[in-house]
């Protein structure tokens, strides 16, 4: 942990149970884009603590993204309102859906507009210093802590590569997060995005960027999140657990970004680019083999974390997440034949999210992550 830091969030953060109201005093008169999934946007109007905002403000929708959205999918939505009047952005829905937002409130921008997402891509400079429109969070699961940071990703599908757009600019003026949103998750999702975000709070963990702050959000997680996610999986469908993972989700995110995310998401991104393996699943599937890697570290870190967590040593509490979660199998499953990852190791080093980790990593130490990973 460095000796020296800073902290920046300069996001609003509403949590609990009908925050979701909230939204309606901070955007009144004004002409709004929503973006949304199909079931975001039906379950935002079919919610009647925000009917209310439909009928005071001037409305529209992208109400189609999909998970993991494509450059060229954005592009399209982009370019499909680029001519409108639009004052507000609000996100609602899953991380895709969060993402999308920042990445087309940064297309929306006058002085953007004649960019494509490809060349903000490539230049980083032409959107770092610019002021976005005003951006509104409102998550409906619980796994990628979106509301509160300032990274977008998108997917280059031709490419078979994940991008980050990141800037300051980027972070969300208000995120409310409402657990009754998350209540009809269906378990596949709440697995997969309840995973995320405890992946999310260990490799803020175990990574060189970490600070005081960011480890007291992380460890605050890992409680959460450990307890909460195994209730869920045993179909407890109760306003407490789903209150406790949506914590454990905003407290990753509060994390993640200071610190960003570390070899896991790294050696992901193939996984979910060349097999569509959801994105928490992916992640947490190298979990336990990269813990026992930076274990070497004999950083005071784990002890620490070990005594918060109070559920045994580190190494069987991720064992026995993933077992009981049987994130090995439910990962295999997308890849029929698992020995083929081995040929995807090139593409699992993304220097900044790799270089991140606490221990140093190379080829090799990737080889036996994914061996421990598939065969153990």
């Known amino acids: 942990m460095t000796d020296s830091w800073n902290y920046h969030m300069p996001v609003s953060v509403r949590f609990g149970v009908g925050v979701r109201t909230q939204l309606i005093a901070s955007v009144v008169?004004?002409?709004?884009?929503?973006?949304?999934?199909?079931?975001?946007?039906?379950?935002?109007?079919n919610d009647p603590n925000l009917s209310e905002f439909l009928n005071i403000n001037s409305i529209i929708w992208i109400d189609s993204v999909s998970p993991n959205p494509g450059i060229d999918e954005l592009q399209i939505y982009i370019e499909n309102i680029k001519d409108k009047k639009i004052d507000t952005v609000i996100g609602f829905g899953g991380g895709s859906c969060l993402d999308a937002a920042k990445i087309i409130s940064l297309g929306l921008l006058?002085?953007?507009?004649?960019?494509?997402?490809?060349?903000?891509?490539?230049?980083?400079?032409?959107?770092?210093?610019?002021?976005?429109?005003?951006?509104?969070?409102?998550?409906?699961?619980?796994?990628?802590?979106?509301?509160?940071?300032?990274?977008?990703?998108?997917?280059?599908?031709?490419?078979?590569?994940?991008y980050s757009i990141t800037s300051s600019e980027s972070f969300p003026r208000v995120a409310y997060v409402d657990p009754e949103l998350t209540l009809d998750i269906p378990i596949e999702t709440t697995i997969s995005t309840g995973l995320d975000a405890i992946n999310q709070a260990a490799e803020s963990?175990?990574?060189?960027?970490?600070?005081?702050?960011?480890?007291?959000?992380?460890?605050?997680?890992?409680?959460?999140?450990?307890?909460?996610?195994?209730?869920?999986?045993?179909?407890?469908?109760?306003?407490?657990?789903?209150?406790?993972?949506?914590?454990?989700?905003?407290?990753?995110?509060?994390?993640?970004?200071?610190?960003?995310?570390?070899?896991?998401?790294?050696?992901?991104?193939?996984?979910?680019?060349?097999?569509?393996?959801p994105h928490g699943l992916a992640c947490a599937f190298t979990m336990p083999a990269v813990l026992r890697h930076n274990l070497k570290s004999k950083d005071l870190r784990f002890d620490d974390l070990e005594s918060f967590l109070n559920q045994g040593q580190l190494t069987e509490v991720f064992d026995s997440l993933n077992e009981k979660?049987?994130?090995?199998?439910?990962?295999?499953?997308?890849?029929?034949?698992?020995?083929?990852?081995?040929?995807?190791?090139?593409?699992?080093?993304?220097?900044?999210?790799?270089?991140?980790?606490?221990?140093?990593?190379?080829?090799?130490?990737?080889?036996?992550?994914?061996?421990?990973?598939?065969?153990?």
């Open 29 to 45: 008169d004004q002409s709004c884009l929503i973006v949304s999934s199909a079931r975001g946007r039906k379950q935002f109007e």
């Open 325 to 376: 979660l049987n994130v090995r199998s439910r990962v295999l499953a997308f890849i029929s034949e698992p020995e083929s990852l081995f040929d995807l190791i090139p593409e699992m080093y993304t220097p900044d999210r790799a270089d991140n980790n606490i221990c140093e990593v190379n080829t090799d130490d990737i080889k036996s992550i994914l061996r421990f990973s598939i065969f153990n």
């Open 110 to 162: 006058p002085k953007l507009k004649n960019y494509t997402l490809r060349e903000l891509l490539d230049d980083p400079s032409l959107h770092e210093s610019i002021k976005r429109l005003p951006l509104y969070t409102v998550p409906t699961t619980s796994g990628t802590g979106s509301e509160v940071t300032p990274f977008a990703t998108i997917w280059d599908y031709q490419k078979k590569k994940k």
């Open 205 to 277: 963990v175990w990574n060189k960027s970490a600070t005081p702050i960011t480890l007291f959000y992380a460890f605050k997680a890992l409680k959460l999140g450990l307890e909460a996610l195994p209730r869920l999986l045993e179909n407890e469908s109760g306003i407490d657990a789903r209150a406790c993972m949506a914590e454990s989700s905003l407290f990753a995110g509060l994390a993640i970004s200071q610190t960003r995310t570390a070899l896991c998401h790294s050696i992901s991104y193939p996984l979910t680019a060349h097999f569509g393996v």
